[in-house]
């Protein structure tokens, strides 16, 4: 198992084929009672309803909603002693390994579980755990108070299941500032401010200033200003705080929830959202928003580091892509694996909509799991107000300590 394996692992929840342990297992000179834990656990996850293999990570502390915690472990577990003692006590073979791995410089032990004839149960009492009881892991935990009825291991039995066959996912708007979700439809107002033309509004001027000397002769003496590299005056100060101005007022930020809402895992989740061309809509990440304009700024930075978008080598759950061109404009969204019930909030990105009216986003889900792609659509209820700005206004809108 490699580590961007287990790295994505980490992103998400606990539930029917993950675990998270902060400590190792007691095993190695431990009571019945002590080994009995790692027995009822590795048991459950064997016999619980999943469509695809079971991780326990030993070594980290799940983090909902975020990224789970790697603290590691000193100590591995012999996979040889596991194997024999765990088969050595049920009905028949379990398929299971230990994996000794190393995680964001710290070494974690992966405990592996295949998918496999059920149901599996111990041939005589051990610790906490009775003979014949079929342990069940259901959501996060195992709880042996609980194991399987009747009808239950007859279904493990026959090998028939009653979750569903494929994965069903939601996708939602939700509020870029919290966790919450607004539904698959949102009202939407914004201001299109019609700005003064390019060629009215003026440069600001930091040139030479003429100095009088002796005789009637003049001398262009430079601001003290334009001499320095780190407060160079910002010429397009006007220009640049007109298109600030206009973008802060038309574009919004704003992120899904994507839910897993069916009983069996969605592996390998991706969204595709297509968005209209041409039509006063616009899709943007964050690279080009504008930020606030300054009078005087370092002749050293560069527009260009703000616009620069790295793509990471391993993309975290919820991460966000915007792809455009003359011919399209998407959002793409990697959502890794879900468990039933789990939710990713996505990165925010930024729509601008320039004329009231009816949107529609139309979507699909892809995943390992489902036979063809699930469809689904969000609505945009646009009120866009029109207005426009003079010239005195837009000087209005800069501070009296900001002004020279």
Known sequence: MNSDFIEQLLYEEEGPTLDFKRDQYAFAKATEEEKSELLKDIIGFVNCWRRGEAFIL?????????????????????????????????????????????????????????????PVFLKRDYGKLKKGEVYVRRGSSTDPSKPADPDEIALMGSGHSTEPKEASVSVEFARPDVEQSLGVQMEWAAEYCDMPESDEIPLLDDGPRSLQLPG????????????????????????????????????????????????????????????????????SDASEIPDAPERRKCLLSS??????????????????????????????????????????????????????????????????????????????????????????????????????
């Not at 590691?72 to 765990?86: C, E, K, P, R, T």
């Open 58 to 118: 030993i070594g980290v502390q799940e983090v909902q909603g975020g990224k789970s915690t790697v603290y590691g472990i000193f100590d591995h577990l012999a996979d040889h002693s596991l194997q024999q003692f765990v088969n050595n006590l049920t009905n028949r073979p379990v398929q299971f390994g230990y994996e000794a791995c190393d995680c964001d410089g710290k070494q974690v032990g992966v405990i592996r579980i295949a998918m496999q004839k059920r």
């Open 216 to 283: 009637g002769r003049s001398f262009q003496m430079p601001s003290a200003s334009s001499l320095d590299p780190m407060h160079r005056l910002n010429e397009a100060f006007y220009h640049d705080l007109a298109y600030y101005e206009f973008i802060r007022r038309l574009v919004k930020e704003v992120r899904l929830v994507v839910t897993n809402t069916g009983d069996v895992p969605a592996n390998d989740v991706r969204l595709e959202i297509a968005a209209p061309v041409g039509q006063g809509f616009n899709l």
């Open 303 to 404: 527009p260009a580091m703000k616009n620069f978008h790295l793509r990471p080598a391993l993309r975290h759950a919820g991460y966000v892509e915007i792809d455009k061109n003359d011919q399209h404009m998407k959002v793409e969204v990697d959502c890794g694996n879900l468990q039933p019930g789990r939710k990713v909030w996505t990165d925010t990105f930024h729509i601008g909509i320039g004329d009231s009216g009816g949107i529609e986003l139309k979507g699909h889900v892809f995943a390992a799991n489902l036979a063809k792609p699930q469809g689904f659509s969000l609505k945009i209820n646009a009120d866009i107000q029109h207005t426009s700005m003079t010239l005195d206004e837009l000087f209005t809108l800069v501070k009296d300590d900001e002004e020279d």
